[in-house]
T-cell receptor, first 112, second 111 residues
Framework: SQTIHQWPATLVQPVGSPLSLECTVEGTSNPNLYWYRQAAGRGLQLLFYSVGIGQISSEVPQNLSASRPQDRQFILSSKKLLLSDSGFYLC???????????FGNGTRLTVT | QKEVEQNSGPLSVPEGAIASLNCTYSDRGSQSFFWYRQYSGKSPELIMFIYSNGDKEDGRFTAQLNKASQYVSLLIRDSQPSDSATYLCAVTPYNTDKLIFGTGTRLQVFP
């Protein structure tokens, strides 16, 4: 069976500090990978998605970036966090265009 | 116009009733449609997916799709207090790898 791991579960970072969130998927190969952000009381905003190693599509450029160094690894980064970056960050995977999306447990980021 | 729209609610129904959740989408060529449930502080979990016009049933849940009207709905029969959560509609627009979510409808089932 497939599993998705996302860490850390919670993170408190000061404004201007860097960020690195990591996500890995097990039990499948060549998954589509996604990063979403959910601000408090809001919907899911698609940030980045990837259909293969080194292929990143950006929906919300801002001060965030994503990388996919390995087939089942997806990393979300920032060089300098803003207060507005606070939120619930969710990594997800799916097999193809029309298959369901499966989420990790999420990282709750608070920027102070 | 938002790509995927849902009424934010809350939708309040008594225990045992049918809860009806609705979603509209803007891309007429969208091909796959999903309903997720999200409890407060947790990640979304998949409830149903539907690809073709008509109804699809799974236990107490029924998804309904009408592509001509660009409308997808979720019916929850015999609603339970444990069904109280936010329900997210998601759509894959035509010829993309994206999955776009609505803002969700909060459902409250009272005893």
């Amino acid at each position: 069976s497939q599993t998705i791991h996302q860490w850390p579960a919670t993170l408190v970072q000061p404004v201007g500090s860097p960020l690195s969130l990591e996500c890995t998927v097990e039990g499948t190969s060549n998954p589509n990978l996604y990063w979403y952000r959910q601000a408090a009381g809001r919907g899911l905003q698609l940030l980045f998605y990837s259909v293969g190693i080194g292929q990143i599509s950006s929906e919300v450029p801002q001060n965030l970036s994503a990388s996919r160094p390995q087939d089942r690894q997806f990393i979300l980064s920032s060089k300098k966090l803003l207060l507005s970056d606070s939120g619930f960050y969710l990594c997800a995977w799916r097999r193809g265009d029309n298959s369901p999306l499966h989420f990790g447990n999420g990282t709750r980021l608070t920027v102070t | 116009q938002k790509e995927v729209e849902q009424n934010s609610g809350p939708l309040s129904v008594p225990e045992g009733a049918i809860a009806s959740l609705n979603c509209t989408y803007s891309d007429r060529g969208s091909q796959s449609f999903f309903w997720y449930r999200q409890y407060s502080g947790k990640s979304p979990e998949l409830i149903m997916f539907i690809y073709s016009n008509g109804d699809k049933e799974d236990g107490r849940f029924t998804a309904q799709l009408n592509k001509a009207s660009q409308y997808v709905s979720l019916l929850i029969r015999d609603s339970q207090p444990s069904d109280s959560a936010t329900y997210l509609c998601a759509v894959t627009p035509y010829n993309t790898d994206k999955l776009i979510f609505g803002t969700g409808t909060r459902l409250q089932v009272f005893p």
